[in-house]
């Protein structure tokens, strides 16, 4: 006995078709490129929250797309403010390459950049910045500001925000809630 699949009646053949025509809310060929390397910054911020700092990782890619530099945040870990996973990846993408320059490599993170770490990236000269979650109370990459696409910068890296963004920012939501009986406050 065969089972016969009749063309007209495949909703996934239909889904595919209505996608060409840019209809299909699975399909995003800005951010799924992106998706991969996400679930490598989404480990990296979970060894973040296993040692108690809050879960943010980072991935530098070279200009092949190849895995540079990895970084989670570690704040806490090393009592240094500066620690957050952008700057760490930047740094040790830098000292890999032997250069401070970091032209035509893309940085992915699972949280928008705050100004520090914003500053940093503009400083790399990286080239792209990829990041999963937005954040409303600190975000320099689109959210509260746009450091890294002010026009008055002679650098300015492409942005892609939004990548994986439910994963991303229910890792940092259960995170806070988990800690919330520790705090005092
Ligand atoms: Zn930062």
Redesign the pocket.
């Known amino acids: 006995m065969r089972h016969v699949a009749i063309p007209g009646h495949d909703p996934e053949h239909e889904a595919g078709q209505s996608s060409v025509r840019g209809h299909d809310p699975e399909h995003d060929p800005v951010r799924d490129p992106w998706r991969t390397t996400m679930t490598l910054a989404l480990a990296e911020a979970a060894a973040a929250a296993a040692a108690g700092d809050v879960p943010?990782g980072a991935v530098l890619l070279s200009p092949a797309g190849d895995v540079l530099a990895l970084g989670h945040n570690e704040r806490e870990r090393h009592g240094d403010p500066t620690a957050?996973?952008?700057?760490l990846a930047l740094r040790r993408g830098a000292r890999k390459l032997g250069e401070w320059r970091l032209q035509g490599c893309t940085l992915v993170v699972t949280?928008e950049?705050?100004?520090?770490?914003?500053g940093?990236i503009q400083q790399s000269r990286i080239e792209r910045v990829v990041y999963g979650a937005h954040d409303q109370k600190?975000g320099?990459a689109g959210s509260l500001w746009d450091l890294l696409r002010d026009r008055r910068l002679n650098h300015r890296p492409e942005v892609i925000a939004g990548v994986r963004e439910e994963e991303c920012a229910a890792q940092l939501t259960a995170f806070f809630r988990d800690r919330q009986p520790d705090r005092r406050t």
């Open positions: 943010v957050h996973a952008e700057v949280l950049p705050c100004t520090m770490c914003a940093a600190a320099a």
